[in-house]
C-alpha cells in the first residue's frame, strides 16, 4: 500500500494557488574566510545528509479522478543539482541585493512534479559571506517531530564529519504505482472505510473546515474562534489586500540581551517585548503612510506562543496560537508593552488561545514547521480572521556550522495567504534575534522602512530602561 498525505496536507497542495505559493523560506548567512562552503560541498553536504529526512527524496502522485488523497512516492529521476542550486551576486554583494533574489526565489512556486523542496547557494556576499537559501512546502515536514532540510545541514561542531548517518547510503528509489494500481488501491480503501470517500471529496473540494473536524475532532474550538470572529472582525487595515505574484523581502536585528534590559526594567516577557517592537514599528509605519491612527487604532495578529519556557532548551514543536490586537493606537511604548503583557495573559484562560489543529483549518497552520503559520489552507477566511501573522521561533543559544562554515545570522520568509500583505517571522539564534519580513512588491512596497523601524523600536525601549 502507498503512503498518502493527510487530509490536511493534501488541502495545502489543492488550495495552493500560483500567487500564494505556500511555501516556507529560510536564509542563512555562513561565514566562510577560507571559501569552504562551495557549490559542490554543499551538494556533498546534503547527499550526505538526506538518509536523515527521506520525504525529500518522494515525490506527490496524483490519484486519478481524486479518489483517493494523494500519496508520495520515491521520485524514480531524483537529481540533486536540481533541488540544490547556484546563484552569485555581483561582489562585493551587499545585503540590499541578497533579499533582492530571495524575494525573487521565494516568488516562485515550487515544481509539483519534484520532491517539493529546493535550496540555493549564494555566493559573492561582502566580508567572505555565503547565503544558503531554503525552500520547503509544508506537506513535507509533517508530524510535530519532523525535520526540515535546512536542519540537517547543520552541526554544533565545526569539524563534524559530512555524513553523520550510515557509512553508505543504499537508497534504491521504488517504482511508482500506475495509474492502475493507484485507482485499485483507492477502491479498496474506500471498501474497507467507506467514509473515506467524503474525506476525499472534502479535501479535493477545498473544503478543510469540515475534514479536519471529521479528522481531528474539532468542532468545538473552531465554532468558538469562528463565533469570536463574527462578533469582532479584524479591523479594516492597509495589511489587507488584493496581493500579486512578486515579493519583497527585508530584515531586522536585535540582541537578546537588549531585549532582557526591557523585559527586566518594565515587565512581561521576551515574546511580549518582541509584539511590542513589532506593535511601536507598526503604528510609526501607519503614520508615515498618512494612515489614520487614533487611540483605539488596532492590527490583529495571528501569533503562535511556545509552551516551553523561555529558558526551556527542549525541542518540542508545542505551540498555543493566539489572535491578539496589537495597541498600534497608543503612543506610549510602556504602555504599550503593559497591554500586551496583559492581552498575552488573559487570552488563553479566557477560551481566546487557538490551538494548532483549528488553524489549521483556518489559515493554513502547520504545527511542525510553526513558519508556515501565514501559508493559506482556507480561501477568504483570512480577511476576517487577522491583518497579518507574527510567527516567533526560539532557536538554539550556540552558535551552528555547515562544513565548517559558521552561521552567523538566520532569517525566517514565511509565506502570504490572500489578502494579506505583509508576513513577520522572528527566529532567535545564537543572542541575536532574526526579523523576516515578507511582503506583497505592490502593496507593501515600503516593508524595509518598517524593517527600520522595528530596530528604531528596539533602541527606543532599551533607552527608555536605563
Given at each position: 500500500?502507498?503512503?498518502?498525505?493527510?487530509?490536511?496536507d493534501?488541502?495545502?497542495l489543492?488550495?495552493?494557488?500560483?500567487?500564494?505559493p505556500?511555501h516556507?523560506?529560510?536564509?542563512l548567512?555562513?561565514?566562510?574566510?577560507?571559501?569552504?562552503?562551495?557549490h559542490?560541498?554543499?551538494?556533498?553536504?546534503?547527499?550526505?545528509?538526506?538518509?536523515?529526512?527521506?520525504?525529500?527524496?518522494?515525490?506527490?502522485l496524483?490519484?486519478?479522478?481524486?479518489?483517493a488523497?494523494?500519496?508520495?512516492?520515491?521520485?524514480?529521476?531524483?537529481?540533486?543539482?536540481?533541488?540544490?542550486r547556484?546563484?552569485?551576486?555581483?561582489?562585493?554583494?551587499?545585503?540590499?541585493q541578497l533579499?533582492?533574489?530571495?524575494?525573487?526565489?521565494?516568488?516562485?512556486?515550487?515544481?509539483?512534479?519534484?520532491?517539493l523542496?529546493?535550496?540555493?547557494?549564494?555566493?559573492?556576499?561582502?566580508?567572505?559571506?555565503t547565503?544558503?537559501?531554503?525552500?520547503?512546502?509544508p506537506?513535507?515536514?509533517?508530524?510535530?517531530?519532523?525535520?526540515?532540510?535546512?536542519?540537517?545541514?547543520?552541526?554544533?561542531?565545526?569539524?563534524?564529519?559530512?555524513?553523520?548517518?550510515?557509512?553508505?547510503?543504499?537508497?534504491?528509489?521504488?517504482?511508482?504505482p500506475?495509474?492502475?494500481?493507484?485507482v485499485?488501491?483507492?477502491?479498496e480503501?474506500?471498501?474497507?472505510?467507506?467514509?473515506?470517500?467524503?474525506?476525499?471529496?472534502?479535501?479535493a473540494?477545498?473544503?478543510?473546515?469540515?475534514?479536519?473536524?471529521?479528522?481531528?475532532?474539532?468542532?468545538?474550538?473552531?465554532?468558538?474562534?469562528v463565533?469570536r470572529t463574527?462578533?469582532?472582525?479584524?479591523?479594516?487595515?492597509?495589511?489587507?489586500?488584493?496581493?500579486?505574484?512578486?515579493r519583497?523581502?527585508?530584515?531586522?536585528?536585535?540582541?537578546?540581551?537588549?531585549?532582557?534590559?526591557?523585559?527586566?526594567?518594565?515587565?512581561?516577557?521576551?515574546?511580549?517585548?518582541?509584539?511590542t517592537?513589532?506593535?511601536?514599528?507598526?503604528?510609526?509605519?501607519?503614520?508615515?503612510?498618512?494612515?489614520?491612527?487614533?487611540?483605539?487604532t488596532?492590527?490583529?495578529?495571528?501569533?503562535?506562543?511556545?509552551?516551553?519556557?523561555e529558558?526551556?532548551?527542549?525541542a518540542?514543536?508545542?505551540?498555543?496560537s493566539?489572535l491578539?490586537?496589537l495597541?498600534?493606537?497608543?503612543p506610549?511604548?510602556?504602555?504599550?508593552?503593559?497591554?500586551i503583557?496583559?492581552?498575552?495573559?488573559?487570552?488563553?484562560?479566557?477560551?481566546?488561545?487557538?490551538d494548532?489543529?483549528?488553524l489549521?483549518?483556518?489559515?493554513g497552520?502547520?504545527?511542525?514547521?510553526?513558519?508556515?503559520?501565514?501559508?493559506?489552507?482556507?480561501?477568504?477566511?483570512?480577511?476576517?480572521?487577522?491583518?497579518?501573522?507574527?510567527?516567533?521561533?526560539?532557536?538554539?543559544?550556540?552558535?551552528?556550522?555547515?562544513?565548517?562554515a559558521?552561521?552567523?545570522?538566520?532569517?525566517?520568509v514565511?509565506p502570504?495567504?490572500?489578502?494579506?500583505?505583509?508576513?513577520?517571522?522572528?527566529?532567535?539564534?545564537?543572542?541575536?534575534?532574526?526579523?523576516?519580513?515578507?511582503?506583497?512588491?505592490d502593496?507593501?512596497?515600503?516593508?524595509?522602512?518598517?524593517?527600520?523601524?522595528?530596530?528604531?523600536?528596539?533602541?527606543?525601549?532599551?533607552?527608555?530602561?536605563?
Open positions: 500500500m502507498v503512503e498518502r498525505l493527510t487530509a490536511v493534501a488541502s495545502f489543492y488550495l495552493e494557488e500560483p500567487g500564494t505556500m516556507v523560506g529560510g536564509v548567512v555562513l561565514e566562510c574566510p577560507d571559501g569552504g562552503l562551495d559542490e560541498a554543499l551538494v556533498e553536504l546534503v547527499r550526505a545528509r538526506l538518509p536523515l529526512v527521506p520525504r525529500y527524496r518522494q515525490k506527490v496524483e490519484v486519478p479522478g481524486h479518489l488523497n494523494p500519496a508520495w512516492v520515491d521520485d524514480p529521476d531524483f537529481d540533486i543539482t536540481y533541488h540544490v547556484r546563484s552569485g551576486l555581483p561582489r562585493p554583494g551587499t545585503e540590499e533579499l533582492d533574489l530571495v524575494a525573487r526565489v521565494i516568488a516562485r512556486p515550487l515544481d509539483r512534479t519534484r520532491p523542496w529546493e535550496m540555493y547557494l549564494v555566493e559573492g556576499l561582502a566580508g567572505d559571506r547565503a544558503v537559501v531554503t525552500k520547503t512546502h506537506a513535507l515536514v509533517d508530524g510535530f517531530n519532523a525535520i526540515d532540510i535546512g536542519q540537517v545541514i547543520l552541526d554544533a561542531d565545526p569539524g563534524a564529519p559530512t555524513r553523520s548517518g550510515p557509512a553508505v547510503d543504499e537508497w534504491r528509489p521504488r517504482r511508482p500506475g495509474p492502475a494500481a493507484l485499485w488501491e483507492a477502491v480503501e474506500s471498501l474497507q472505510r467507506p467514509s473515506s470517500v467524503l474525506d476525499t471529496a472534502r479535501t473540494a477545498g473544503d478543510l473546515r469540515a475534514t479536519a473536524v471529521r479528522w481531528a475532532g474539532l468542532a468545538g474550538s473552531l465554532a468558538t474562534a463565533a463574527a462578533v469582532s472582525p479584524a479591523p479594516v487595515s492597509p495589511l489587507n489586500a488584493p496581493i500579486g505574484r512578486q519583497r523581502v527585508a530584515v531586522a536585528r536585535a540582541t537578546l540581551e537588549d531585549l532582557k534590559t526591557v523585559r527586566k526594567a518594565h515587565g512581561g516577557t521576551v515574546n511580549d517585548v518582541l509584539l517592537t513589532v506593535t511601536g514599528a507598526l503604528r510609526e509605519w501607519l503614520l508615515s503612510r498618512g494612515e489614520p491612527v487614533v487611540g483605539s488596532v492590527v490583529r495578529a495571528l501569533v503562535p506562543v511556545s509552551v516551553r519556557g529558558d526551556d532548551d527542549g518540542g514543536n508545542r505551540v498555543s493566539l491578539v490586537d495597541p498600534v493606537g497608543e506610549n511604548p510602556r504602555v504599550r508593552l503593559a497591554r503583557s496583559f492581552a498575552m495573559r488573559g487570552l488563553a484562560p479566557r477560551g481566546q488561545s487557538v494548532a489543529g483549528t489549521a483549518t483556518l489559515s497552520f502547520a504545527p511542525p514547521t510553526l513558519h508556515a503559520l501565514g501559508a493559506r489552507a482556507a480561501s477568504g477566511l483570512s480577511r476576517r480572521l487577522f491583518n497579518l501573522v507574527v510567527t516567533n521561533v526560539p532557536g538554539p543559544q550556540q552558535p551552528l556550522y555547515a562544513r565548517g559558521r552561521m552567523v545570522e538566520v532569517y525566517p514565511v502570504l495567504v490572500r489578502g494579506q500583505g505583509l508576513a513577520i517571522g522572528l527566529t532567535s539564534y545564537d543572542g541575536t534575534v532574526y526579523f523576516g519580513l515578507t511582503a506583497d512588491r502593496s507593501v512596497s515600503d516593508v524595509d522602512v518598517l524593517a527600520d523601524l522595528i530596530e528604531q523600536e528596539v533602541a527606543y525601549l532599551v533607552e527608555s530602561s536605563s
